[in-house]
């Protein structure tokens, strides 16, 4: 039988097609934004509750409840302030989250925000077949659309896991975004295989994600932690650097790490911030994506 060749011996094609199977096209950044704004904010919410444990076939009661923490103090103080602030966001919800509390979803869409792909059960797409990861999103889309009462036009990938079939499926399915990879900090179009595929690009990057700086698993050894108060330094930076360049303010947090008290402060304050910085323009991922797809 013959070895499989390393990366370092792959002949040009190989590694050329595996680089240009998903890739960045044009920037969509506007000339600018709705009613004058300096910035776009775009905040957002992984609902992941229970699924982070049950996609690793895993039945830690423990870990369990810390996901079950997200839907009974996470999602409420997070919506409390985005009421108190008149603030739309994104949630992107897993099917068996929204199946294991519907009326949380309810409530989420009931306030104006926008609900949207997150797989299935928090699968990785990259080790599903075709077939399945298809299944997957197809099934999710339905379970989200007959519990919110609306059809989702963006996905989220879980763990922004991105398989070489993630794409095409989207596209197939219609759906006007993804917000799940890291090439730019603005608006792009996606490549398939060198060409539009249709689908745009709202980027995200570990750096604007809570996760990163907060989480935990006890029986691996993960142990990171950063002081609020730094982490809020940085989104800080992130959200001033968006402003002074004129483009997107996108931030991903989860009910189940950043809703406790010591933490859901971050929030409001990124909030404040924004709004002292004056036009700013806070919108749900999917308004932004409309709005970048206009013709100038």
């Known amino acids: 039988m013959t070895e499989p ?12 097609g595996i680089v240009e199977r998903v890739r960045a096209g044009r920037s ?4 600018q934004w709705p009613g004058g704004a300096r910035c776009a904010i775009a905040l957002s919410f992984d609902s992941d509750h229970e699924t982070n444990e049950l996609r690793e076939g895993g039945e830690s009661i423990g870990r369990l409840s810390q996901g079950q923490y997200g839907n009974r103090q996470g999602i409420p103080r997070i919506l409390e302030i985005l009421a108190r602030q008149g603030v739309p966001a994104s949630f992107y919800v897993p099917a068996v989250t929204a199946l294991l509390y519907p009326d949380e979803q309810r409530r ?18 990259s080790v599903l077949p075709e077939a399945a990861e298809r299944d997957l999103m197809l099934r999710s889309a339905d379970t989200l659309e007959k519990v919110c009462g609306r059809r989702p036009v963006g996905i989220r990938t879980p763990s922004w896991d ?3 079939s993630t794409l095409a499926i989207a596209r197939d399915m219609g759906l006007q975004y993804d917000s799940s990879l890291m090439a730019d900090v603005d608006c792009y179009e996606l490549l398939l295989d060198g060409r539009p595929s249709g689908v745009v690009e709202l980027p995200v990057e570990w750096i604007r994600d809570d996760a990163v700086y ?3 698993n006890r029986f691996a050894g993960l142990r990171p932690y950063t002081p609020p108060g730094d ?16 483009g997107i303010f996108q931030l991903t947090m989860h009910p ?8 859901i402060w971050i929030l409001e ?13 806070f919108a749900t991922h999917a308004d932004i994506v409309r709005y970048v797809q206009q013709p100038e």
Do not use: C, K, T
């Open 5 to 16: 060749l390393q990366p370092w011996q792959w002949p040009e094609p190989q590694w050329r």
């Open 28 to 31: 969509l950044r506007p000339r």
């Open 108 to 125: 989420i869409a009931g306030d104006g925000h926008e609900i949207a792909l997150h797989g299935w059960i928090h699968e990785r797409n």
């Open 162 to 164: 991105f398989s070489p």
């Open 214 to 216: 907060f989480n935990m």
């Open 231 to 246: 982490v809020f330094d940085i989104f800080r930076r992130e959200l001033d650097a968006a402003y002074r360049e004129g």
């Open 256 to 263: 189940h790490i950043s809703g406790y008290r010591s933490r």
């Open 269 to 281: 304050e990124l909030i404040l911030h924004a709004r002292h910085l004056g036009r700013v323009w």
